[in-house]
């Protein structure tokens, strides 16, 4: 399973109608609303802000919505598109301004669904890890043997903090994290413990 990296955007006018398909990362349907409601305050003169999300970690949950458009020519072919992408935890709306010509139902299912496609194109995308939060106090000397064992893993936002001691706190893969947890305990003699 892949998770967007990023926000991402495409473009596409069809008979003089405007498509503006936008990609968002998101985590929750909480999020999904409110990027939604964003959506609508941020193109207020916009006929439609029609919607296809996907998330949580096994894609479970989904939603969309035509916003207007007839009936199954939107969201459908929209979230469709976004179940076949093997992506989770990310939300597409297609903002549509209309341009005095209609397209027809398979007009509306081929340029909604082609917006997906082609903001997913245009989107970055990494492998979904599950984490574990994790956080150390070290001192300076312990420092250097902690940062060394810390090259072999992947760690996703690591802060420091330098004061008496030093704290580490970051993400790792829940994979790694006894591993991790037993070198760095090994390499300093049991001193400095990986918390969760």
């Given at each position: 399973?892949?998770?967007?990296?990023?926000y991402?955007?495409?473009e596409?006018?069809?008979?003089?109608?405007?498509?503006?398909s936008?990609?968002?990362?998101?985590?929750?349907?909480n999020?999904v609303?409110?990027?939604?409601?964003a959506?609508?305050?941020?193109?207020?003169?916009?006929?439609?802000?029609?919607?296809?999300?996907?998330?949580?970690k096994?894609?479970?949950?989904?939603?969309?919505?035509d916003?207007?458009?007839?009936?199954?020519?939107?969201?459908?072919?929209?979230?469709?598109?976004l179940k076949?992408?093997?992506?989770?935890?990310?939300?597409v709306?297609?903002?549509?301004?209309f341009?005095?010509?209609?397209?027809?139902?398979?007009?509306?299912?081929?340029?909604?669904?082609?917006?997906?496609?082609?903001?997913?194109?245009?989107?970055?995308?990494?492998?979904?890890?599950e984490?574990s939060?994790f956080?150390?106090?070290?001192?300076?000397?312990q420092?250097?043997?902690?940062?060394?064992i810390?090259?072999?893993?992947?760690?996703?936002?690591?802060?420091?903090e330098?004061?008496?001691?030093?704290?580490?706190?970051?993400?790792?893969?829940?994979?790694?994290?006894?591993?991790?947890?037993?070198?760095?305990?090994?390499?300093?003699n049991?001193?400095?413990?990986v918390?969760?």
């Open positions: 399973m892949k998770i967007p990296k990023e991402a955007f495409n596409q006018i069809i008979k003089g109608s405007r498509f503006l936008e990609l968002f990362p998101v985590s929750s349907q999020e609303r409110e990027k939604i409601k959506q609508k305050q941020k193109y207020p003169d916009a006929t439609h802000v029609c919607h296809a999300f996907i998330c949580g096994n894609a479970e949950i989904m939603g969309m919505s916003d207007g458009e007839p009936g199954g020519t939107a969201g459908r072919p929209m979230l469709d598109v076949g992408s093997g992506a989770t935890n990310l939300l709306t297609i903002t549509r301004w341009g005095g010509t209609l397209l027809g139902t398979g007009g509306l299912v081929h340029a909604y669904g082609d917006g997906v496609k082609n903001v997913l194109a245009a989107a970055e995308f990494e492998e979904l890890v984490k939060d956080s150390l106090l070290c001192d300076y000397q420092y250097q043997i902690v940062k060394k810390f090259e072999n893993f992947t760690l996703y936002d690591t802060t420091e330098f004061g008496e001691k030093i704290q580490i706190k970051g993400a790792i893969a829940i994979s790694d994290f006894e591993t991790l947890t037993q070198r760095v305990f090994d390499a300093t049991g001193k400095v413990k918390e969760s």
